[in-house]
């Protein structure tokens, strides 16, 4: 009866034991999840719209000539505050800041009633907001209408890189056929023979 009894109350010690491990556990969290938030928390920018912090580059030449790629990335002026930053799945940028990249030959007019631009000819009618007295527009939207390519990526789509028209036909010219200029073929701002694309 003794042992009956002592064998019970081990069991009970072991079942309490991995319980409270469990809960220990669940507690402290998943770390990865715990990163992931850790991450969001540092982007965010503003917690009423949940604009978070974006990183925009600009695909150069590479001045590195001993570098095997033929480009660079160098990064983009933020511009007026909070500078660059992703909202409702979209990067944006200061429109002067992408004007001033982009060339102003494309004409821009503005409904700030509306938080219209409509843009090029025929107009392209494309949604901004503002901050202060400057005006923020989605990059990859803004961009396009003047034939440049935009990649997004990172996890929470908040980085992004501009290939300008010159830079396209660069890369189109010397056979530098990457993930970026198909893709730029794919949205129809580049043409490319993909039946004899380099390989290697």
Same mark, same amino acid.
């Given at each position: 009866m003794k042992l009956l009894v002592l064998l019970i109350g081990v069991?009970?010690?072991?079942?309490?034991?991995?319980?409270?491990?469990?809960?220990?556990?669940?507690?402290?969290? $998943?770390? %990865?999840?715990?990163?992931?938030?850790?991450?969001?928390?540092? *982007?965010?920018?503003?917690?009423?719209m949940h604009e978070l912090r974006a990183q925009i580059t600009v695909v150069v030449d590479n001045p590195d000539s001993d570098d095997e790629s033929p480009f660079s990335f160098a990064p983009l002026a933020n511009g007026s505050p909070p500078g660059h930053h992703?909202? $409702?799945? %979209?990067?944006?940028?200061?429109?002067?800041?992408?004007?001033? *990249?982009l060339g102003r030959a494309v004409p821009v007019r503005l409904d700030t009633a509306n938080h219209r631009f409509f843009?090029?000819?025929?107009?392209?009618?494309?949604?901004?907001?503002?901050?202060?007295?400057?005006?923020?527009v989605p990059v990859k939207l803004f961009a396009r209408q003047y034939g440049a390519y935009v990649d997004v990526s990172c996890t929470l789509a908040t980085c992004a890189s501009i290939w300008t028209k010159q830079m396209l036909e660069h890369a189109r010219q010397t056979g530098a056929i990457g993930t970026a200029v198909l893709e730029a073929h794919a949205e129809g701002l580049i043409d490319i023979d993909v039946k004899r694309l380099p390989t290697g």
């Open positions: 069991l009970m010690s072991i079942s309490c034991d991995g319980r409270q491990e469990k809960e220990a556990a669940t507690a402290g969290g $998943d770390s %990865a999840r715990d990163s992931f938030a850790r991450t969001v928390d540092s *982007l965010l920018l503003d917690t009423e992703a909202r $409702d799945g %979209a990067i944006y940028a200061d429109v002067e800041v992408l004007r001033k *990249l843009v090029g000819s025929p107009e392209a009618v494309i949604f901004g907001h503002p901050h202060g007295t400057a005006w923020f």
